[in-house]
């Protein structure tokens, strides 16, 4: 078992990079740091290129979910979680029972969840 961090909307259930609202837009794009936002996350290595995952198609039932809290940190500052969280985003840690671990972020499933706890709170 493996204790990850994952931020998604439940709206659609889907993280930062594809959640969208009830119109269809993306709700990271109203984020108020977006391009700061945005530019960072580009010099990280996408799934299919991460070490550890390094295969292409990431298969359309695995998800993109942080390897702790710190990791979470490094890649969205506590002032954009904040918002994140204030936009309906959850930050929910999630107990799996497998998945993929890359450099840089994990790959999981959903039927692979043992447990979910949503630690939001502790953002904002």
């Known amino acids: 078992m493996k204790s990850i961090i994952r931020v998604e ?3 659609d259930n889907k993280g930062i ?3 969208k609202d ?4 993306y709700r990271i794009d109203s984020l108020s740091t977006y391009n700061n936002f945005s ?3 580009s010099k990280f290595q996408p799934p299919q290129s991460d070490m550890g995952i390094s295969r292409c198609p990431i298969q359309n039932e695995e998800f993109c979910a942080f390897k702790s809290i710190d990791s979470l940190q490094i ?3 506590p002032s954009e979680l904040k918002e994140v969280v ?3 985003f959850k930050v929910l840690l999630l107990d799996v029972s497998e998945c993929v671990e890359g450099e840089y972020q994990i790959l999981y499933r959903k039927d692979k969840v043992i447990q ?6 502790l953002f904002i």
């Open 86 to 88: 204030s936009m309906g």
């Open 116 to 121: 979910t706890k949503d630690i939001s709170n």
């Open 9 to 11: 909307h439940p709206f």
């Open 75 to 77: 890649w969205i500052t």
């Open 22 to 25: 009830e119109d269809g837009e």
């Open 17 to 19: 990079w594809r959640a």
């Open 39 to 41: 530019n960072r996350h």
